[in-house]
């Protein structure tokens, strides 16, 4: 394709693609909104408040974006900061968690973890970092709502280190708490930033000092609270590593910031901690050879499918991660997997507000396909060249329903809808070896709900759920025939098929399936399966 080599390696250099992992209610949507301010993508943020009642602020969001000529939803949301070009994946965090988001990780150079400073390290968090650790990932903490009542912050980097294995390392140090939240201390730049209430809705550049002691600093905290600061800071600055580019990297150290994503405060020093030390599009490996983001001909890899919101258009839009060369409106690519070339003439991008910018893409951006069935996850495009892109993974379900059907008439309908919705990553199909059963796994709850819609709406099957007594799945491995054949046909009641054809072994519990570990030592269970 015609790229200028120079062109894509200024390109390249200038991206940062990145999600945000959090647990529900720490502020991933508020922060979002502040970014997106900070990236003008949008122009006001209203203040976001009693959401309680309104937790899809996503609909705010595609209303916004709908006013703004922008089709599509947040899923991917586009902005420059600084000279540079920042791609913000979203990962539904809700109720509506499911692989979608772990695969999404897989599509990003770095992550923004966020932690809401009264609660600290909590489950959800745990999870997704184990995500990011799979492909260690560089991970930017940010410890939020100090304009609150919050832990001690040197207890909260204790327990990210020690719960998360993350070396933190503080960049500011945050004075005060709460109602006396004063600002933040950047350690090395030794300049305090002042913090101002109310200023949530506006990009406040804050005010700054020169270090941090001051006598209405020390009076707005008392002399207690002041003490009490200085010793914490003498801590942390007894206690600090240097920051060390090389581990942040390798996912082994986190830059940590302290703010408020509701006030506005931090969240630029958060871009500028991005845009300084996130790596831009890395290589990504394929089943040929590592493909670098500055090689010339057009790849990507599509790691999410979501079903179009408008139920009078039955297609689907599938995201794919460019990995290398451009993208250009009306250009030819390879359909690896069915080894087909397709022209491409409409292919989505997500610059907010620049409708100019949506004829081209460049590696670490997010580009939509329309998806008439023929696209499944995993799937790579290329401009001809045979490879296809590993690492995007299936993960362990969690949850197990049995299907039952309505009318046992549609059994094919169901087979060809769970195939199908398997193969977008909506759920998946296991068949176990002793019955008939059809089972479904998932990470997330929702997803039963979407899968039974669906096959309603768009195969016009009507089936129910059941529980199931199985804990958790393990995809089997073992090059020993011999050894394999004996755990087959000691395990053989609990074995199924998965949806991809693979061997997988249904665990009704933690312990059997340690026990069975126990028991084989030479076969593998795993608890993830690559595409
Ligand atoms: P999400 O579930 O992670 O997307 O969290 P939200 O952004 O929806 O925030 C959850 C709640 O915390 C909302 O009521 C927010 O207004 C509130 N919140 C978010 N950031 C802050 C903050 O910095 N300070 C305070 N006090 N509240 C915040």
Redesign the pocket.
Known sequence: MSVDPKKLTKEVAKRRTFAII????????????KLLLWGQAIQVVGE?????TD?H?TSDWMSMEQERGISITTSVMQFPYKDHMVNLLDTP??ADFSEDTYRTLTAVDSALM?V?GAKGVEERTIKLMEVCRMRDTPIISFV?????QIREPLELLSEIEAVLKIKCVPVTWPIGMGQDFVGVYHLAENKTYLYEKGNGGKMTVSETREGYDYPDIRERLGQLMFDAFEESLELVQMALEEFDVEAFLAGEMTPVLF?????NFGVNMVLDTLVKYAPPPKAHPTTERKVSATETDFTGFVFKIQANMDPRHRDRIAFLRVCSGKYEKGMKMKHVRLGKDVRIADALTFLAGDREALEEAYPGDIIGLHNHGTISIGDSFTEGEELSFTGIPHFAPELFRRVVLKDPLKSKALQKGLQQLSEEGATQVFMPQINNDLVLGAVGVLQFEVVAHRLKEEYKVQCTFEPVSIATVRWIHCDDDVALAKFKKKAHDQLSIDGGGYLTYLAPSRVNLQLMQDRYPEITFSSTREH
């Open positions: 959090s647990h529900p209610d720490a502020g991933k949507t508020t922060m979002t909104e976001v408040k009693g959401r309680k937790r602020a965090g809700h966020m809401d939020n709502k100090l304009d609150r703010g408020t994503a509701l006030g």
